[in-house]
């Protein structure tokens, strides 16, 4: 019994030792929360495919081909993207990155994903960036 006993003991202590370690093979099981979801925010403008205004773009194709005879509708997404740096069981630092609609959401979600596997996480860098969609003749 006390062999067993032991036998029990070196396989928990296994098990714990390398729990940190079966965080990397294994995929990240928490669904997304759908928060901040929905459809991504478009925007679409209409340019000129020659010499456009210095006030830039028009709304849309109508209002660009009233004033020209030829445009290009563009269809962009903005989107931000948030990394978030904490430290694993080793020591090493370790990096997490999200990407949302909102600044707010995005930290939130980079956060969240290091916490749930790292240490004394915080956000290390955010960008707003934007993602052609479309782009089409106006004709």
Known sequence: MKSLTTI???TLF????Y??????????PRPGDGRG???????CTARDTGWEEHWGAH????????KHGNCIETCESKYF??????VDYRGYKM???????????????AIDRCQYRYDNCRIVSCSENSETVSRRSCR
């Not at 729990?19 to 990240?28: E, F, M, S, V, Y």
């Not at 709304?59 to 009233?66: K, M, N, P, W």
């Not at 990096?95 to 979600?109: D, L, P």
């Open 8 to 10: 029990l003991l070196i």
């Open 14 to 17: 296994s098990f714990n030792t």
């Open 19 to 28: 729990a940190g370690i079966l965080d990397w093979i294994r995929p990240d």
């Open 37 to 43: 979801g929905g459809r991504p925010q478009v925007t």
């Open 59 to 66: 709304r849309d194709c109508r209002e660009c081909l009233a």
């Open 81 to 86: 993207t948030c990394q978030a740096e904490g």
């Open 95 to 109: 990096t997490m990155e999200a990407r949302g609609e909102s600044r707010y959401y995005t930290e939130r979600e």
